[in-house]
């Protein structure tokens, strides 16, 4: 069976979303997704749909199902790239994507997940001192990868 | 006028009325926009008619009505039928594990939307757009 390949950038994993997607395969992408989230300790998921030229509600669903999951395991999700055309038929399709973040382009949604994850640094102010000292080092990696 | 009949029995099937969709919406001229929508609507329907009536067919047609040009889809099974339609097509229904958003979305998506079912003898979903 054909699967989507999910590549890691920094800390982030990147799925491009090519093809039209059948059931099975978007099930398998789910699944591929969640275990590689758990495996890499990804804090985020980017998903391009720069070249589906239509997102149905099968897809919308699949796309909601992922942010969820993701988020359960504590990573964001940002959909990038969805065509003009598309976000105007989703609206009268009556698909909100609630829950799912966006951005225009896989720049700004990389940016996106990289602020959620300071934040989420920020964030635990009971740590002690010299966990936070470690965090930063983290954070110039993360930056490093782009 | 062209007619084509596209069978759906798998989901391979659903992408295929999606490109002949597609084709014939741009043999009609229509904008990206509408192209998107009259897909969108389709591929809801060739979904349904796959998931729920076991199968089908979509017949495509290119509309040429004087100046006026259109896109007409007709889906058809011989599955269980929808014994409440009004319940079928408020968004948020669904018997399955869809988002209930396939008919009253492609609704939405197209100019005219004709539905007629009958319960044990099956569906007839027609939509069409214009240019
Ligand atoms: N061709 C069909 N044959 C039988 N039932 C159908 C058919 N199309 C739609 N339905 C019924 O209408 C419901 C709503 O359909 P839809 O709005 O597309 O939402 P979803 O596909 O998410 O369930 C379906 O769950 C199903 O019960
Ligand atoms: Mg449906």
Do not use: C
């Amino acid at each position: 069976m054909d699967r989507i390949p999910i590549l890691k950038l920094g800390e982030a994993l990147l799925v491009t979303i090519q093809v039209d997607m059948h059931d099975r395969l978007a099930s398998a992408l789910e699944e591929d997704l969640t275990a590689r989230i758990v495996a890499t300790g990804a804090r985020g998921v980017l998903i391009d749909i720069s070249a589906l030229e239509i997102v149905d509600s099968f897809i919308g669903r699949m796309l909601a199902n992922i942010a969820s999951v993701s988020r359960l395991l504590d990573a964001d999700t940002v959909v990038v790239g969805m065509r003009p055309a598309v976000a105007i038929t989703l609206v009268e399709l009556g698909l909100s994507l609630k829950g799912v973040k966006t951005a225009l382009n896989a720049e700004r949604g990389m940016a996106m997940i990289r602020q959620a994850a300071v934040s989420s640094l920020i964030g635990t102010g009971d740590e002690p001192a010299a966990h936070e000292t470690a965090e930063s080092g983290d954070l110039r990696g993360i930056d490093g990868d782009f | 006028m062209s007619v084509t009949v596209v069978p759906i029995t798998t989901g391979d099937d659903v992408v295929r009325v999606r490109q002949e969709v597609r084709t014939q919406a741009v043999a009609a001229g229509f904008s990206l926009v509408d192209q998107t929508k009259i897909i969108t609507a389709a591929s809801e329907l060739a979904r349904n008619t796959l998931d729920y009536g076991g199968g089908g067919t979509a017949t495509v047609e290119l509309l040429r009505q004087s100046a006026r040009r259109g896109v007409r889809i007709t889906f058809e099974d011989q599955g269980p039928g929808i014994p409440s339609i009004d319940q079928a097509l408020a968004d948020g229904f669904t018997t399955g594990k869809g988002m209930g958003l396939g008919l009253g979305g492609a609704k939405r998506l197209s100019n005219e939307f004709a539905i007629s079912s009958e319960v044990g003898r099956g569906t007839r979903v027609t939509i069409t757009r214009w240019k």
